[in-house]
């Protein structure tokens, strides 16, 4: 498996490559509003599970599969392993001390380091939150073509000089890479060292320069061709990208609800600093049990 | 259809015009190669016609510029562009779309044509350029060549009167080069467009072109007929280059001092065969034989990952000093991947590979390496640091005496990402050299260089081979190869099908033919004239008295 | 009939006076560990704790208290309490409440210097109208100079021999308990955090409590757990030269610099009538000052660590001295320290407020940001989005693959390496990318561009990275704005020094606003220290080094321009 066929998602169900980008992006950022309204640990659960649930019905293969298990698990573990160590609620239950705060400069620095039992699963519910939008990313990345998103944006008045320096970085990068691949190439083969000829990371700091040079070269050349090509005349228009009506009436769906979930937490909220007006009583309600 | 009146243009952070007092006409339907050497002003006078002086640039323009009636001077780019279009060197700096399609109908979107017409039109000019199964691909999977006719595509969607293009083929192999050229033609036969075409790649083109423009300190200093320009250069190369590449047809006339000077061969064969005497026996010159082997390869095999079959499945030669090897053979005849195993860059999956007797994993840092795009080598802020970078064994007396060689004293402090084009090259090789290296690659060098700096690489590699080096240089210039070469390997699908000295396979018409090579002109020239087979001007000119 | 019913009811008279339980406790030496000791030593000054326990009372009565003390032994005067005569006894009266009732009073006793070891009593007699209850108490009381004799001073104590006579006048000035030191503020283990200078009270700021009780998970809010948790702890030493054993009245208070007048702010810990639920605040106890009991075990020194309660709703930040009061046995012993009241902000709703204020201003200012790319023309536009896909391969790409790598080994502090490229390489193509176009609007074209990359490529849309988008732009536009940057004719070396010192100090003040944003957002805990240290080493150090290498990088570049 190629780190190319990794991002291209030819393989994903056709209904999921047939959905516009208009959609998939509001169904994206709904989903980022929710994650971060949301406490309850059960719903932010389920809001999880949808974005695997829908990870099977866009029929991801398997290695993407296994590529989603690792990120997923290495982001939750990054969120459990911080705040195992940061956690600051009480109570909380030392299971190792990792700077003891008598240790010498880092134990008065930092005061001590523990991990603390109650912090990991602390952190492991609330990188829910990124591990939700980590595994939808990847879905709506892996069944769009970056092109079709870029209409939905094009279609929201995004300008087309925009779009134009958006599809321009998109088509270089795997260029940009070889290239660096080919500056890295060169450095070893300029390396007056065993060690040299075969390392890589020795070699970072001095990339910058021919790379960038290409680049400006490139642009010139770019520049003159796009010019006269018409890019200034350019102005915004609605694409040929359809957004059919079925779509439309789901997104406004999901905004709305993502809207009521908003402003009912909101209200609940205003309700604890006395705001409280008894006809929302059901409202707050729910937004206690389940938000 | 173009008529340049008396053009001036001064860059703003210069004093001396670039362009100076310009004149050019373009009729309708004519097919105008414009040559000359680096920084003359080619370039310069492109941007003038396409209006694009104004892109950030604050200039100073004179005269005037007058497209299909209609003064364009000082017309926005994206008015001229309708009438003129540009293609440039690299397709691959030109394209910036993801799809073939989305390329081509960039320009009709700009323009705000209907989305159902740019449909029609893209589809109709990818199929004059024969790329219509491709439309929905990405640019990423096109080749070389295709990417060349998309970027020409691009240009032609919007139904230009005026074609400009810059060096368009200056990185493709012979082949390629024929197959554009032969586009270009029909295209100007079929649809009459102007074509104004830069290329100091002469004598690979000539034949297409019946005018040719030579330009020099910008101004124009030949427009006229092809035939008799070579005459004209000839005059003027005892005042200075004009960095045109000339046929060896024209070269061998000059080194014999004909009454004319002619690139068509069997008009030269005539006239030599009518101003001079032929020796059909002369005392072959003994050529300095290999003294010892250097680098020796034994049933070297290279897969790549995820790969069945094997890129080179069983290779063994050897590489000796005071000897220059080319490496010769279609794309992706595993010329790049034989290169890379005797850089030390990949590793052969079985046999072995020895740089002097060791084991070459030990022997990497006797190894230069010139690859394929040689800005992406200079790492340094000067050219003396790019001499010395990681060479400590280089003194302060060789460095000058390479910055010498090189011809680039005077540029020992600039910085090397800034030079022209030769100059990077020279620098990067003359990096390799400081080194002092046993084994030296080199990866199609010469791509894109005009003639003069093409000479001066010459003569580098060959005081290299002089002082003992031994150079493997992967090339599809049959010229370069004539010239320099002792001896050629030609690679078919990872296999060694010859492997002599270059004579022996520069004159083997079925080889080079098999090979996607072309046939070097003066074999066929000394096949015309009888006389021993020959691949270079000087073998002809021994036989002529 | 009427004999055996008025029989029965006389019985009922009885039984009721027969289920009615008066007790008496005494205990001395009282000590708050509850620890029987019935040992006195020298002349220390000790409790006497006297408790009377009645139940099933039918009324309210007075009982006459009175407690016979040993020879030798006197009572300090204590309210409530008068010498009987001559006698050594002392008395005192206490209304007893009907139905059940608890009276009780600790009387500190001290032996005279004249007093001999041996066993002592003490006689304690509670009289009331209708009963009355006696308690003897033995101990032993031991002369001062018996413990640092041999045996045979123990003989001569069975044989209660006097040597008192022969012990050296007891020396004034070390004759009773006094405060030896305070240390503030300290942790509930009586640590003290290096971090927080002496004398800083941090206070959290409990305006949004609710809001944020809500963000963090719990429920509505609790005032009482808000005003019954102590801002801090305070570490109060005790020397107790003459080993007393001894309860104290420990009280802290706000006294105002320049006035040296008490102020409100400190409270005891909070109440609350869980009943009827009155009180959103909750009551305090005993206003403007915190006050605890504590009680001397007899050790030479003692430490106690004290909460120190503050009311939420009066205090207010500034530089006070806080009076320390130990009290008992009738003396008084004050201390004062400067104390420094600080309150806890929201930081991190503040933050994420000026995050949206940045979003607001990127709208604002969309346009120019447009018209920027005009300026710098399709040459300046295409090496823009060129620059920011290689910041998108160089940094987004790796720092977010590579980044989850490092938190498996590295959890928190994988940042520090990932930051090198979000540090150094990204303020390289920024610095060098201005260098080249030096125009405003030029470095958020690129920042825009990458961030809807990242969104297109890894499906990165969410508001905290819009906000964190705009944040960079609106920080550096506005500082290269203002240090005039796009205005200065030549970028000469020094000016180019500290611009780039500059970029980094922004860029920790950007670290610091993401972190903030991501520990509100996501509702995250980072320590202080720790977010010191990403400021510091991913903000400042990194960012500056980065931004030198771009200037110089930048310079070199333009060569290459060309025409």
Known sequence: MSVRQLWEGSDAASWTQKLTGHTKLIILFSFAVLTITIDNP?????????????????????????????????????????????????????????????????????????????????????????????????????????????????????????????????????????????????????????????????????????????????????????????????????????????????????????????????????????????????????????? | MLKVHNLFYRYQSRKAFTLQDVNLTIKPGEMLLLAGRSGCGKSTLIKAISGLLGDGEQGELKGSIILDGEDITLASPEHIGMLVGTVYQSPDDQLFAMTVYDEVAFALENRGFPDAEIKVQVRETLQRVGLEALEHNSIHQLSGGQRQRLALAS????????????????????????????????????????????????????????????????????????????????????????GIREPQTVKLCKQLGLSEILADKEKVVDLILQERNLESLIEEKLISKATSEQVKLENVQYTYAGMKEPTLPDLSFSLFTHQITALMGFNGAGKSTLLNLLGGLTKPNKGKITLGGIDLKQQLNKIGYLRQEPDLMLLADSVEEELSWKNPGLSAEERISFLEKLHLTEYAKDFPLALSKGQRLRVVLGAMLAKKPQLLLLDEPTTGQDEECLKEIQGLLLDYKRQGGSIFICTHDVELASNIADRVIVLQQGKIVADAEAKNILTNAAILNSSGLSVPPMLTLSEALGIPKCITVEEVSAYVR | MKRIFSLLLVLLCYLQIGFAENQLKAIYPFNMNQKVVNEVKGNTTLPLYLEIFTSDIPKGQDVQVSVELPKDFTALPVHGWEKLGSDNTIATTWKLPSDFGRNFDLVYLQAQETAVSGEKYIKIKATAQDWQLKKDLKFKFVAEQVKQNTKKSEKQLQSGEVVSKKRKKVDKSKFNWYIQSIVL???????????????VIYIKDTSLESFRNRMMGGGATNWSAVFAHPACHLLLEMRNPQSDVRVLKFEAELIDKATGKKVPGLCTSGKVNLENNEGWAGQTGSTDSSTALISLDGKKAQSFILPIYVDYLNILEGNYSLRVTVSGNGQVKITELPVNITKKHNIGLAMVGLAMLAFVIVVLFSG??????????????????????????????????????????????????????????????????????????????????????????????????????????????????????????????????AISVALGIADACITFINLEQLMFFYRLYYADWYLALYMIINGFLYSSIGAWCGFKTGSKLRQVMGE
């Not at chain 1, 087309?160 to 691949?181: D, H, K, N």
């Not at chain 3, 503020?185 to 004398?199: E, H, L, Q, R, T």
């Not at chain 3, 825009?448 to 550096?476: A, D, E, Q, W």
Request: some cysteine; hydrophobic content about 50%; overall charge positive.
């Open chain 1, 42 to 291: 059960r719903s932010l659960f389920i809001l999880f599970t949808t974005t695997l649930l829908l990870h099977v019905l866009a029929k991801t293969s398997l290695y993407k599969w296994r590529a989603l298990a690792v990120l997923l698990l290495l982001s939750l573990w990054g969120s459990m392993f911080s705040q195992a160590l940061f956690f600051a609620q009480t109570p909380r239950t030392p299971l190792f001390v990792l700077i003891s705060p008598e240790m010498q400069f880092l134990g008065p620095l930092t005061g001590g380091l523990y991990v603390y039992r109650e912090g990991i699963l602390y952190g492991a519910v609330q990188g829910l939150r990124s591990a939700s939008m980590m595994s939808l990313g990847l879905l709506v990345c892996w069944t769009s073509d970056p092109r079709q998103l870029l209409q939905a944006l094009m279609h929201w008045n995004l300008p087309p000089q925009t779009a134009f320096m958006l599809v321009t970085a998109i088509r270089f990068l795997p260029v940009l890479a070889a290239e660096t691949g080919e500056v890295i190439t060169a450095l070893q083969l300029r390396s007056d060292s065993q060690n040299g000829r075969s390392s890589v990371i020795r070699h970072l700091p001095y990339i910058a320069k021919p790379l960038l040079a290409r680049c400006l070269r490139r642009a010139q050349t770019l520049a003159l061709s796009v010019i006269s090509r018409g890019f200034f005349s350019a102005s915004a228009r609605s694409l040929s990208g359809k957004w059919p009506g079925k779509e439309k009436l789901f997104c406004g769906c999901l905004i709305l609800l993502t809207i009521c979930i908003v402003v009912s937490k909101i209200m609940y909220l205003v309700s604890e600093q006395g705001l409280y007006i008894g006809a929302l009583r059901q409202i707050y309600d729910i937004t206690k049990l389940y938000l």
């Open chain 2, 155 to 242: 240009i032609l969607v919007t139904k230009p009167k005026l074609l400009i293009l810059d060096e368009p083929v200056s990185q493709m192999n012979p082949a390629g080069v024929k197959e554009f050229m032969d586009l270009l033609v029909q295209l100007n036969q079929e649809a009459g467009i102007a074509v104004l075409m830069i290329e100091h790649r002469v004598n690979e083109l000539y034949q297409y072109f019946s005018r040719l423009a030579v330009m020099r300190q910008g101004t124009i200093i030949y427009d006229g007929a092809m035939e008799k320009v070579w005459s004209f250069l000839a005059k003027m190369e005892q005042e200075e280059a004009t």
């Open chain 3, 185 to 199: 503020p300290v942790d509930s283990m009586g640590i003290k955090d290096d971090k927080v200078a002496d004398g």
């Open chain 3, 368 to 497: 120019k940001i447009k018209n920027c790319i005009y300026l710098v023309g399709a040459k300046g536009a295409i090496t823009i989005a060129l620059f920011a896909a290689i910041a998108f391969g160089g940094i987004t790409l790796p720092t977010t693959i590579l980044g989850d790598f490092l938190h498996v080994f590295l959890g928190p502090f994988s940042g520090l390496i990932t930051g090198v490229l979000s540090g150094i390489l990204q303020y390289l193509l920024i610095v060098s990318l201005v260098v080249l176009y030096r125009k405003p609007g030029v470095l958020a074209l690129m920042f825009i561009v990458r961030y809807i990359l990242s969104g297109l490529m890894f499906g990165h849309f969410t508001p905290i990275s819009i906000l964190s988008c705009c944040v960079n732009i609106v920080i550096l536009e506005s500082l290269l704005n203002f240090s005039g940057f796009y205005g200065k004719k030549d970028l000469t070396t020094k000016y180019m020094l």
